[in-house]
Every structure is written in structure tokens, then in C-alpha cells.
């Protein structure tokens, strides 16, 4: 059974750090595409970035030269550093697994989420 767990959330001030990480049971992060999705109060899910099985990785423009997606294979845990942030950052922020390993793939399985709040 896959379970994805998030960890890392938290209360930050504006411009602030903080780093996401999750932990997976049941699957082997390498082998998939991997993506870190938000939803802010209210609000919609975006997707926020995403590292593939050969570690190309993409960003929403709004977390483009802020927010940065690695994976750790030894640990089997993909992380989000997430830096300078803003109070428009304020989310639960899940990660979630690709259906297949391309970029318009689906995702089959989602974490509980963590909530980030951004405020001073």
C-alpha cells in the first residue's frame, strides 16, 4: 500500500525559509515523476513544481527562482526548499506521485498535505 506522509510546514515570516519533505512507504520515489501541489485558503489546487524520474525539474513562474525540488534516492524522499517567502505562499502543500512519467500525467497518490502560513 503507498502512503506518502508531508512534513516541514509550518508558521514563517515573510521571507522566510522552510523545507518540505515526504515520506513515502510502498514505492521507490526514483522511479517516478514526483510534484509538490498547494491549495491556499479558498482556493483551488495549483500545481507548484515537479522533479522527473531523470531529475529535469519544473516551476510555476509565481515560485520560479524561489522554491527548489530535489529528491534524495539514498532517503527516498523528495524535498521543496522553500525560500523568500510570501504570504501568497500561504497553502497546505501536498506531494503527489505521477500516474506515468511524463510532464501532462495525472497523479495517483497524494499525502495528507503539510500547511505553510506566511505571515508576520
Known amino acids: 500500500q503507498v502512503q506518502l506522509v508531508e512534513s516541514g510546514g509550518g508558521l514563517v515570516q515573510p521571507g522566510g525559509s522552510l523545507r518540505l519533505s515526504c515520506a513515502a512507504s510502498?514505492?521507490?520515489?526514483?522511479?517516478?515523476?514526483i510534484s509538490w501541489v498547494r491549495q491556499a485558503p479558498g482556493k483551488g489546487l495549483e500545481w507548484v513544481s515537479g522533479?522527473?524520474?531523470?531529475?529535469?525539474?519544473r516551476y510555476v513562474d509565481s515560485v520560479e527562482g524561489r522554491f527548489t525540488i530535489s529528491r534524495d534516492n539514498a532517503k527516498n524522499t523528495p524535498y521543496l526548499q522553500m525560500n523568500s517567502l510570501k504570504p501568497e505562499d500561504t497553502a497546505v502543500y501536498y506531494c503527489?506521485?505521477?500516474?506515468?512519467?511524463?510532464?501532462?500525467?495525472?497523479?495517483?497518490?497524494w499525502g495528507k498535505g503539510t500547511l505553510v502560513t506566511v505571515s508576520s
Open positions: 503527489a506521485k505521477g500516474i506515468v512519467n511524463t510532464w501532462a500525467s495525472g497523479m495517483d497518490y
Open positions: 510502498g514505492l521507490t520515489f526514483s522511479n517516478y515523476l
Open positions: 522533479i522527473s524520474v531523470g531529475t529535469n525539474t
